[in-house]
T-cell receptor, first 111, second 117 residues
Framework: LAKTTQPISMDSYEGQEVNITCSHN???????ITWYQQFPSQGPRFIIQ???TKVTNEVASLFIPADRKSSTLSLPRVSLSDTAVYYC????????????FGKGTRLSVIA | GAVVSQHPSRVICKSGTSVKIECRSL??????MFWYRQFPKQSLMLMAT?????????EQGVEKDKFLINHASLTLSTLTVTSAHPEDSSFYIC?????????????FGPGTRLTVL
C-alpha cells in the first residue's frame, strides 16, 4: 500500500474553497486514490475516487496530476457542516482487502 | 449507497464483563466485513477481517481470544469484547464492501462507543 502524507489540520472560513493535498510518491500503477470524510462519533463516508486527471461529483473535485504522485481534494464553498476529518487512501481495494487509514486532515470551518 | 448498521450505538459496562457488538449489511450481502477501532483524536485502526463461514483474520497485536469475531451469515458479523477492561474503551466501527458496486466502495457502520468502567 502506498504511504500517504497530508496536512494534520486546516482551518477555513465559511464560503471559501478548501484544497487538501495528499502526497503518495510510491503509488502503484493499478492504485486508485480515494477520499473519505469522517464526522465526530460517526463512521467514515466515501467522498470521491479517481485514477488520473480530474473527477468531480456533487460533493467535491479530485485533481490528480499526470505523475499521480499527489492528489488534491477540493471542497467548494465550505460550510460549518464540512468540519470533519478527511482521509486520503491510495491502493487497489477490492474483495477482502480492507481500507487502511492514515492520520487524515482535520478540517475546521469557522463562521 | 449501501447501508451498514451497528448495534448498540453506545454501551457502558463494568470491568470484567463481555460485550457483543452486531454489524449488519442491510441491503447487500457481504462475504467479508472489517472491524476497526478508533481512540480519541486518532485514526481508524484495522483490527480484523471477518469472513463468512470461516475464521477471522486478525491484525498483528490484536488478541483473537479477547476480541471474538463471528460471521455467521452474509449479512451479520459480531464482535465480542471478552473480559473488558477500561483500556478497551474505544469507538468500534465495522465495515463491509459491496462487491457488486463498481467503485468497490467500502461502507462503514455508524460505530459503537464502548465505555468500560
Amino acid at each position: 500500500l502506498a504511504k500517504t502524507t497530508q496536512p494534520i489540520s486546516m482551518d477555513s472560513y465559511e464560503g471559501q474553497e478548501v484544497n487538501i493535498t495528499c502526497s503518495h510518491n510510491n503509488i502503484a500503477t493499478n492504485d486508485y486514490i480515494t477520499w473519505y470524510q469522517q464526522f465526530p462519533s460517526q463512521g467514515p463516508r466515501f467522498i470521491i475516487q479517481g485514477y488520473k486527471t480530474k473527477v468531480t461529483n456533487e460533493v467535491a473535485s479530485l485533481f490528480i496530476p499526470a505523475d499521480r504522485k499527489s492528489s488534491t481534494l477540493s471542497l467548494p464553498r465550505v460550510s460549518l457542516s464540512d468540519t470533519a476529518v478527511y482521509y486520503c487512501l491510495v491502493g487497489f481495494y477490492s474483495g477482502n482487502t480492507p481500507l487502511v487509514f492514515g492520520k487524515g486532515t482535520r478540517l475546521s470551518v469557522i463562521a | 449507497g449501501a447501508v451498514v448498521s451497528q448495534h448498540p450505538s453506545r454501551v457502558i459496562c463494568k470491568s470484567g464483563t463481555s460485550v457483543k457488538i452486531e454489524c449488519r449489511s442491510l441491503d447487500f450481502q457481504a462475504t467479508t466485513m472489517f472491524w476497526y477501532r478508533q481512540f480519541p483524536k486518532q485514526s481508524l485502526m484495522l483490527m480484523a477481517t471477518s469472513n463468512e463461514g470461516s475464521k477471522a483474520t486478525y491484525e498483528q497485536g490484536v488478541e483473537k481470544d479477547k476480541f471474538l469475531i463471528n460471521h455467521a451469515s452474509l449479512t451479520l458479523s459480531t464482535l465480542t469484547v471478552t473480559s473488558a477492561h477500561p483500556e478497551d474503551s474505544s469507538f468500534y466501527i465495522c465495515s463491509a464492501r459491496d462487491t457488486s458496486d463498481s467503485y468497490n466502495e467500502q461502507f462503514f457502520g455508524p460505530g459503537t462507543r464502548l465505555t468500560v468502567l
